[in-house]
């Protein structure tokens, strides 16, 4: 290095020439080394450390803790670190010349870490790189995983590699493998030093989607008014579609060099004084394209395309403003188009129903990504390390040719690997796939050529595929390229499909254009491999007839979403002559989906309430006839998990990765989960998040999903807790996701296993949801009551009662009221009550006589759901308690016996103070949480799973009366303080409390509510019952939540097995027991709940015969090994497993990063 330690790092050519001199161990440069590159590109420099690392944002030696999975951890540190930008490693390799210096040896330099451009130094930037990731995955969940990392080796070269996913799990080659690294030399350009500058201070603006992204929906907008325009002109919807998207390939494929630079464009634009010639001229050009050759049009030789795209070569005549907008179509980037979200704008512009919503959100590619990398590329690049691992060790060993077969049949497999979409819509995430595997398919060829000598390109056009091109035969399954034919698609929308196969080719085509250009392509350039099948995923039948009535006529139903205006009341009405044909299915049956390795997708957000709407009841009595084995109240996405999970345990399928609303952890859908995660032969959950923003790709629409990875077997999977939400750059949400590993349960938690519990005896008939109207004409406020002729003493009082709703117990009470005609005919209702019986004619019976369901619509003067079973509980109780289904909070009040609670209530029929104590208690608040799932984002109180099972303390009198006495006084408190400030709401009052407990700063109207509410007292409160109730377990009051669900969970198999010998501690015997006869009951029940709960031991896998697998086994034993193991532990957990092998392997994995010594010659993943 020169001696002058004042030479300006601004200047990129005293700060090359300074640094192309470096020498020594990292450690002695790279902190200086970065400082002055930080200077060069115009960044501040890192900050001083602190002692507090969770305050280190932008340090040098950052700290992170790593596991040592012995109960100890090693602290490492990143060598450089950015919160929320990137984490950096630094090494310093040699030049060969002055690695062979004798004078140098003498010296005894440091020289770093290998000679550059050899296998030591390429080993070097491996495990740096193996080394970075591990320490970003060690950062704590409240940071942000860092969209960046870098290698750099000091004075030569740093590597760039992203991961926009916001997983921080796959880190790959930015912006792409051929120009990942940048030079020292490099940084004499602006556009090297403005790349590092945006890692550094704006990531985000270097994820090519956001860009792409802005350049699609552009385009998607003018095609939309093409095709508006169009149809005005009389043109059907089909023919407009299909002209737009010969234009849009053309236009592609003029941007490509797919065929001339602007041809297509220009064409367009020389014919803007002859319009009658145009529709004749673009009709020649796409049949020359159709078939190959010269082209007197463009004037030039063309590729053939065929592939079903200009089979039909019709052009649309167009008008002076048609023509212009077509240009301006033409003239946009197409290579920067996005195929991930074209194909759902595209949809939607080509949809005159849907066109609206095209301004409306779109899935964003992180989500999709979010799902594909781990149910499809995760194990496909731990395939690849496999791979490489062997492969290394087969170089180490001499045996070169080895080395290359193994490789080369990785990429065979890879070639040949099969992915479906059973519910494809346009191709999101077909394309997706596609894109990364295409990208790993390129990483196999670099390590051909960079490995082992290989000749490039083995991925790209390999003779057989060249062979395929001109038309020679391949044998049976012989391709050698990842390409469209291995992505396949279920779509029953015949629009979304054909665009699905051209998204896939758009997408396939612009990869090779950016990595190749367009040399070699094969033709014809497009196939039609009828990949993307137009039926419906999950049923299949002969044939559709008209279902009819008596009268011999056709049976129509409403179309479920056409409203208009009642002609007395003014409000929104099922407009009855809005019809559809309703259908019967002859011979329904299970549809077949084609063969293939992983299953991914986002089937229709479709719940169980609404399935007869959107679908027809004659689809859904099929649907539900046919898959017995799912429960008829699962959401119409359960029949999809169900259909994938029995591949997979069949061993059809490796892995499948499936979208659904947040609603999979409730009871409904819950039971197809665990069904096929308690079988014999299980699937286990891979990989899960229970609660995620997403965007409905059909309306642009916010909602809630799961996401869920499974995959046949007993396997620990990981589980991501989204723990922050902030508006992103572009469309969605950026989350921040917190990840814990472990056995993932059916109700996607990791921890005490709530579905081991059943339901207790003791609880039985006590707890229902409120009655569910079905017509909100019952309602009447008190002013439409007192009209009626209302009275609290009046007859009418019988029919006429005081309504409840989860608002009304969480915000303020509305004072309503409720129209009840429960046990009333409607003879009976007109001639008692007429006035009532014409308000509900008017108000209810209208849209009652719409509704699918015949007992709705015969009974329309009745509430949907009355709750018949469950008004004994409740009768004669001058109280009961009352809990919001869905809610922030959890807690619970007493309503008054003559009050009649909604659908959205869950109510427990007791009116004892001690138990409305012990379900207000941290306890019981604790287990609702882990038991009830959520709606959306909010937390759900489902009685079958949070009331039925939950075991109440039994505690001695005294204390039993302490709590009856705080459930007391907390209502009291509460209903005091709402009494004396009618506007103050209980989820004010418990906002403030969370706050009060988190030691968090009021602000000035959450003071105001603290005094209204007293807020402190509540607390106070609250902080008695728990210590009470906790004494009443008999348990220590600082038991961690988890701690809390073991006892309880073990405490329901207690109870149960008390039960089942003859024991139920009834919770209110007069009412549920009054003969006073104990019984025995559900002793098989819990002995098969049982023996399903208790962990198998977990079998030895073989050991395998090739060595990919071996290294693969070998990784699979250390990600799950709960403490270090050296070779001889870990051959122990193989059959038959080779010492001597695995000690060579586990050396090599170290090698490559993918194993860590924390002691002599013992290993962690």
């Known amino acids: 290095m020169a001696d002058n330690p004042t030479t300006s790092g601004a200047d990129p050519a005293a700060f090359i020439a300074r640094w192309s001199k470096a020498e020594g161990s990292e450690r002695a440069n790279y902190q200086l080394f970065l400082s002055e590159l930080c200077e060069l590109i115009g960044v501040e420099r890192p900050q001083p450390a602190g002692k507090d690392s969770s305050q280190n944002a932008y340090v040098f030696e950052r700290s992170v803790e790593v596991s040592n999975r012995d109960g100890t951890t090693s602290t490492n540190f990143l060598d450089l670190y950015k919160r929320g930008s990137f984490v950096l490693e630094a090494k310093q390799g040699v030049e060969k010349q002055d690695a062979e210096d004798p004078i140098a040896r003498k010296r005894k330099l440091k020289k770093g870490h290998g000679v550059r451009g050899s296998k030591v130094w390429d080993t070097t930037m491996t495990r740096a790189k193996a080394q970075a990731e591990r320490y970003a995955h060690a950062l704590p969940n409240d940071e942000p995983s860092p969209p960046f990392l870098m290698v750099a080796d000091v004075g030569h070269v740093i590597e760039v590699y992203s991961d926009f996913s916001q997983m921080g799990r796959q880190y790959l080659p930015f912006p792409d493998p051929g120009s990942f690294r940048i030079q020292l030399k490099d940084l004499a350009e602006e556009a090297a030093r403005e790349r590092l500058r945006k890692i550094w201070e704006d990531p985000w603006s270097l994820d090519p989607t956001r860009h792409s992204a802005r350049v699609t929906r552009e385009v998607a907008d003018r095609l939309a008014k093409l095709a508006k325009s169009f149809e005005k002109d009389g043109h059907s919807p089909q023919r407009v579609a299909e002209f737009l998207m010969r234009c849009l390939f053309t236009m592609f494929a003029e941007d490509v060099g797919l065929i001339p630079e602007n041809g297509f464009t220009r064409l367009l634009e020389e014919q803007r004084g002859d319009l009658e010639h145009l529709p004749q001229m673009l009709t020649h050009l796409w049949q020359t394209m159709n078939k190959g050759g010269f082209s007197p049009i463009l004037k030039a030789d063309l590729l053939r395309f065929n592939g079903g795209l200009y089979l039909h070569q019709e052009a649309l005549p167009l008008t002076r403003d048609q023509l212009a907008l077509l240009i301006e179509a033409a003239r946009a980037d197409w290579k920067d188009v996005e195929p991930a979200i074209f194909g759902t704008l595209l949809e939607r512009a080509l949809d005159p129903i849907e066109r609206h919503k095209l301004g409306a959100h779109y899935t964003p590619r992180a989500y999709v990504e979010r799902l594909v990398m781990p149910t499809i590329i995760e194990p496909l690049r731990a395939d690849w390390d496999g791979v490489k691992t062997a492969a290394i060790r087969h170089l180490e060993d001499g045996e070169q040719k080895k080395a290359a077969e193994a490789v080369r049949g990785f990429h065979k497999k890879l070639c040949s690997t099969r992915v479906l979409d059973p519910a494809c819509g346009s191709g999101n995430f077909l394309y997706v796939t596609l894109e990364h595997m295409k990208r790993l398919e390129g990483e196999v060829d670099d390590f051909l050529h960079n490995e082992l000598g290989e000749q490039a390109g083995l991925g790209l056009w390999g003779t057989a595929h060249q062979r395929a091109g001109r038309g020679e035969k391949l044998k049976k399954g012989e391709h050698f390229t990842v390409d469209p034919h291995q992505f396949l698609g279920i779509e029953v929308n015949p629009r979304a499909a054909t665009i699905a196969e051209m998204v896939l080719w758009i997408g396939y085509l612009q990869w090779h254009y950016r990595a190749f250009g367009i040399e070699n392509l094969p033709e014809p350039v497009l196939r039609d491999f009828h990949n993307v099948e137009c039926r419906d995923a999950v049923l299949a039948w002969d044939s559709m007839e008209e279902e009819k009535g008596e009268d011999g006529k056709p049976l129509t139903r409403w179309d479920g979403r056409t409203y208009k205006k009642h002609p007395v009341t003014g409000e929104d009405v099922p407009d009855e002559t809005a019809r559809v044909q309703v259908y019967r299915y002859i011979n329904p049956r299970k549809a077949e989906w084609p063969e293939a390795d992983f299953v991914v997708g986002n089937p229709p957000f479709v719940g169980n309430f609404k399935m007869r709407d959107a679908l027809g009841s004659g ?296 138990y409305l104590g012990a379900l207000s208690s941290r306890i019981h608040v604790t287990w609702a949480l882990a038991a009830g799932g959520t709606l959306e984002d909010r937390p759900r109180y489902n009685k079958t799973l949070c009331f039925d099972p939950f075991p109440f303390p039994d505690p001695p009198g005294a204390l039993k009366q302490r709590i009856r006495e705080l459930g007391e006084q907390l209502d009291a408190h509460r209903k005091a303080r709402q009494a004396e400030h009618p506007g103050l709401t209980m989820t004010g009052m418990y906002n403030v409390l969370e706050k009060l407990r988190a030691g968090e700063k009021l602000s000035a109207k959450e003071k105001t509510i603290h005094e209204q509410g007293l807020v402190s007292v509540l607390k106070q409160i609250h902080d008695d019952l728990d210590a009470a109730v906790f004494e009443a377990y008999g348990w220590s009051a600082d038991l961690s939540d988890e701690e809390i669900l073991e006892k309880l969970v073990a405490l329901n198999h207690e109870r149960a097995e008390e039960e089942a010998g003859g024991l139920i501690r009834w919770l209110r015997p007069e009412f549920q027991n009054p003969t006073g006869k104990q019984g025995a009951a559900q002793g098989e029940l819990v002995k098969e709940k049982k023996k399903k709960a208790a962990a198998a031991p977990k079998e030895k896998q073989d050991w395998p015969a090739a060595l990919p697998e071996q290294a693969q086994a070998i990784a699979g034993v250390l990600a799950t090994a709960e403490a270090p193991l050296d070779a001889a532990a870990l051959a122990k957990h193989l059959k038959r497993g080779n010492k001597k092998r695995v000690e060579e392997l586990l050396a090599t994995l170290a090698e490559m990063g993918r194993a860590r010594e924390v002691g002599e010659g013992r290993y962690v993943a």
């Open 619 to 914: 689809y859904v009595d099929a649907l539900r006839g046919t898959y017995e084995s799912v429960p008829e109240s699962s959401d119409y996405v359960m029949y999809w998990w169900d259909k994938a999970a029995k591949l997979a345990r069949a061993g059809k399928l490796r892995r499948f990765g499936l979208i659904a609303t947040n609603s999979l952890r409730q009871t409904f859908n819950r039971k197809v989960l665990q069904r096929h995660m308690t079988a014999n032969n299980p699937v286990s959950l891979l990989f899960a998040i229970p609660d995620h923003p997403w965007v409905d790709a059909a309306d642009g629409a916010a909602v809630r999903i799961s996401m869920t990875v499974a995959g046949a077997g007993t396997q620990h999977g990981r589980l991501g807790q989204v723990t922050s939400e902030a508006k992103s750059a572009s469309d969605g949400v950026d989350v921040n996701i917190a990840w814990s590993n472990g056995q993932v349960l059916q109700n996607l938690t990791i921890g005490a296993d709530l579905s081991s519990t059943v339901a207790l005896r003791a609880h039985s008939g006590l707890s229902c949801r409120g009655v569910s109207l079905h017509g909100a004409g019952f309602i009447l406020t008190s002013d439409e009551a007192v009209d009626l002729g209302y009275t609290p003493e009046s007859s009418l009082a019988k029919v006429v009662k005081p309504y409840r709703n989860g608002r009304d117990v969480t915000q303020t009470t509305r004072g309503v009221f409720v129209i009840d005609l429960f046990g009333l005919t409607a003879d009976a209702v007109r001639e008692t009550y007429p006035s009532v019986y014409q308000r509900v004619m008017e108000r209810v019976k209208p849209e009652r006589d719409q509704n699918n369901r015949a007992t709705y619509r015969e009974n329309w003067w009745l509430f949907g759901e009355p709750r018949a079973n469950f008004r004994p509980a409740l009768k004669g109780l001058p109280r009961f308690i009352a809990t919001t289904e869905t809610a922030k909070h959890r807690f619970f009040v007493f309503l008054d016996g003559d009050i009649l609670p909604d659908n959205m209530l869950v109510n427990i029929a007791l009116d004892d103070a001690f």
